[in-house]
């Protein structure tokens, strides 16, 4: 499948990741490819991790013509297919000049209709990164309860008529296809109370229900930490978060990353023998300009938030 790629933050990762000649990346969320690419165009080498088949397929044979057409070596990149949650096992204990987390859904998936992601276009109800296999978003809405619904909508996609929507959708389904549920989220939020930011009012569910399709969270905290572990020393782990919760998780993996300390505020010394794994580049998030926004709009929620290993 063609399809167009534009990596978000793609200029600030790479100034992040302070990419070398001849130094070893791990790209944990493939996708497209786009960051990758740039890597290799920086004279580095990546090891790229996607669970999504299609996904390495596309980025697989782009990045081969790359490395093609510039008489780079095809041993500067290789792919492997599964989750970077389980990256430790997947690399074989491998030790990285820098690594980056892309959360959430890729573009690839995204203008893949019949992947169902997309509120915009009808296709079945799915929003598996893996579609060979999970439970998909349409099992999720025709076989929980109203109460589960809410706390996903509620929880995962902090929609404020999470209540309303799942009453909805129960008293509609079965639900199968992306405009159904579309329709049911539009029958349940009144129009005077619609986001004044121009969002679409489908847009908080559907990340909400992806999100526990995908089992995108739960893993998350304890995955960064085994990616720090990953690092070499002085070697730098980006992530770029897509909403509130994906941030909140990283910003506080990193906080306790770079001051794991459990002791007493009033205890002078600590006694816990907790040392710092990490030290903090970027106390606030970076985010996307005006420029970059014009060009990939989908960058509007990006936040890229940065760590680097101590000896």
């Avoid at 790209?27 to 390495?56: K, N, Q, S």
């Avoid at 929880?155 to 404020?160: F, M, Q, T, V």
């Avoid at 690092?231 to 794991?260: M, Q, W, Y």
């Amino acid at each position: 499948m063609e399809f167009h790629h534009l990596p978000v933050l793609l200029t600030e990762c790479m100034d992040g990741l302070r990419v070398v000649p001849g130094g070893k990346y791990l790209d944990c969320t493939l996708g497209g490819g786009g960051h990758t690419l740039e890597i290799l165009r920086r004279g580095g080498r990546v090891t790229g991790i996607d669970r999504d088949a299609d996904a390495i397929d596309a980025a697989t044979g782009r990045i081969a013509a790359f490395l093609r057409e510039n008489a780079r070596d095809a041993a500067d990149f290789r792919a492997i297919r599964g989750n970077f949650h389980d990256a430790a096992e997947l690399v074989g204990g491998e030790r990285f000049d820098g690594i980056l987390a892309d959360l959430g859904v890729s573009s690839f998936q995204l203008d893949c209709r019949e992947r169902g992601f997309s509120y915009h276009e009808d296709a079945p109800l799915d929003m598996r990164m893996d579609a060979s296999r999970g439970k998909t978003a349409a099992d999720i809405v025709n076989a929980a309860s109203e109460d589960e619904l809410t706390h996903i909508f509620r929880d995962y996609g902090e929609e404020n008529w999470a209540r309303q929507i799942a009453r909805v959708v129960v008293d509609r389904r079965p639900i199968e296809t992306t405009l159904q549920l579309v329709a049911a989220i539009d029958a349940a939020i009144p129009k005077k109370v619609r986001a004044k930011d121009g969002s679409h009012p489908a847009r908080r569910v559907f990340q909400a229900l992806r999100i526990a399709v995908n089992d995108e969270l739960e893993p998350l905290r304890a995955s960064l930490e085994m990616l720090a572990g990953l690092l070499k020393p002085g070697g730098r782990l980006c992530v770029i978060a897509f909403h509130s919760l994906e941030d909140r998780i990283v910003k506080n993996a990193f906080r306790t990353l770079a001051d794991p300390c459990t002791c007493p505020k009033n205890i002078p010394v600590c006694v816990c023998g907790k040392k710092p794994v990490v030290r903090l580049i970027t106390r606030k998030p970076i985010t996307a300009g005006e420029a970059e926004l014009e060009m990939n709009p989908r960058a509007r929620s990006a936040t890229l938030r940065i760590v680097e290993k101590l000896p």
